[in-house]
């Protein structure tokens, strides 16, 4: 039987324009769906602001409050519906019946889009803000700059509305593409992705040298991934209290750490990956630019977390995820400058959303011009990261050989992804 379909997921606008709206989810648990929920309101730009979640394992309960990031795009609540309809247990069968499809387990296929364009500066980031509004999620990407002035831009993408299978779909995003672009555009082709995607994903041209820069402990020991304003120093790293004393079932949680854009997701995220049930959570209003949290847990056997070093793990986890959810830095490429950008990846495969967007815009608002750029992914011994690589293009306005430019480049992408 089921529930109705418009009960299922609830979406409330505030009274007031600047009111958060609110998102009620009312569905059948499965493991992960807070994670996965988290990272769909993340993927249409929105940043939950507060949030409670409850569920006795069979049935789940959650409330966002979420507001639109100032850069994101107009938020499409229709979609938004569709799309967290599509993640919970109970819609699952009624959602691909309407789209024609099957409920196979199996990832989602992957397309090629090829762009022939003027290569012009800040075009990269306008065609992502074209795909992010078709709800197409890039996979990876290779930028191919000519000597002509020319600029094949190649996108690995998925459809967030599962219909690029279709002619009518493939021939929309085509055409939307080149209205958009207008005589920037040479030519566009969608087809599914072949071989060349697989070795995208199995190779990383990330140089030895590079990685032991962007990964190294010394780095984040320094603290220098997360620059606070003096204001924040007192709280700069996040605490994790474990207590066993106050429920007979369930180990609490109770943590505070800066706020900052995805932080509801990474908890979540590293939750799921860590087969760690949660059966109560309230994400508190920020506060001073902090957030509290607290979050009543179970192990996966549904048994509290005893072990003094299973406790010394999660919140090793919880803490260097949320002060160092991603790692930014400039290096020397021969005689170029790239730009680097890492974020771990889910169990599951799924990179963090709307990380190419954000870095492309804040490229684009600082007047650098984008050369090429790619994603790979990297494996480390703890867990494997997707890296966005740009190579950068030197301007009057930004000479690159300035540490001074090179630092600001830096810190304006890291705090645009932050949200800060």
Not at 319 to 327: I, V
Request: proline share 6%.
């Amino acid at each position: 039987m089921g529930i109705p379909w418009d009960d299922v997921v609830v979406i409330q606008h505030g009274k007031d324009k600047n009111d958060p709206t609110v998102v009620t989810v009312n569905c059948p648990d499965k493991a992960g769906l807070g994670c996965d929920l988290c990272r769909i309101t993340l993927e249409f730009g929105l940043r939950i602001k507060k949030a409670d979640i409850s569920t006795d394992g069979r049935w789940c309960y959650i409330v966002f409050w979420v507001v639109p990031n100032p850069s994101s795009l107009t938020v499409d609540w229709g979609s938004l519906k569709t799309r967290l309809l599509s993640a919970c247990p109970s819609c699952l069968l009624t959602y691909h019946l309407n789209q024609q499809l099957t409920t196979s387990p199996s990832p989602p296929p992957i397309y090629l889009l090829k762009v022939w364009l003027i290569d012009q500066k800040g075009l990269l980031h306008d065609i992502n803000e074209i795909l992010c509004n078709l709800e197409l999620l890039i996979q990876r990407v290779k930028v191919m700059p000519t000597p002509d002035g020319r600029a094949l831009d190649m996108f690995f993408i998925n459809d967030g509305m599962e219909l690029l299978h279709t002619k009518k779909r493939q021939d929309y995003v085509c055409e939307f593409l080149k209205d958009a672009l207008g005589d920037r555009c040479i030519s566009t082709e969608l087809q599914l992705a072949g071989p060349e995607y697989g070795q995208l994903q199995g190779i990383s041209s990330l140089p030895p040298a590079f990685a032991e820069e962007l990964f190294s402990s010394e780095l984040l020991d320094k603290g220098s991934l997360h620059p606070l304003s003096q204001d924040m120093a007192p709280l700069k790293k996040p605490t994790v209290m474990v207590d066993n004393s106050l429920s007979p079932a369930h180990t609490l949680l109770q943590i505070e750490c800066v706020d900052q854009k995805g932080l509801c997701y990474d908890i979540m995220r590293i939750s799921k990956d860590s087969d760690i049930k949660v059966a109560h959570g309230r994400f508190s209003s920020t506060a001073k630019g902090f957030r509290s949290i607290d979050l009543l847990v179970q192990q996966k056997d549904g048994k509290k977390i005893i072990d003094p070093e299973s406790q010394k793990t999660l919140c090793s986890c919880l803490k260097e995820e949320m002060l160092h959810p991603l790692r930014v830095i400039i290096v020397n490429r021969g005689p170029d400058t790239e730009l680097l950008v890492a974020n771990p990846v889910e169990l599951s495969g799924k990179g963090r959303p709307r990380v190419f967007y954000d870095v492309t815009l804040t490229l684009k608002a600082l007047g650098v011009m984008i050369f090429s750029a790619e994603i790979v992914r990297h494996s480390t011994q703890e867990r494997q990261w997707e890296v966005y690589r740009f190579l950068l293009d030197e301007s009057r306005d930004f000479p690159l050989t300035s540490s001074k430019a090179r630092s600001q480049i830096v810190d304006k992408v890291r705090r645009t992804l932050m949200g800060w």
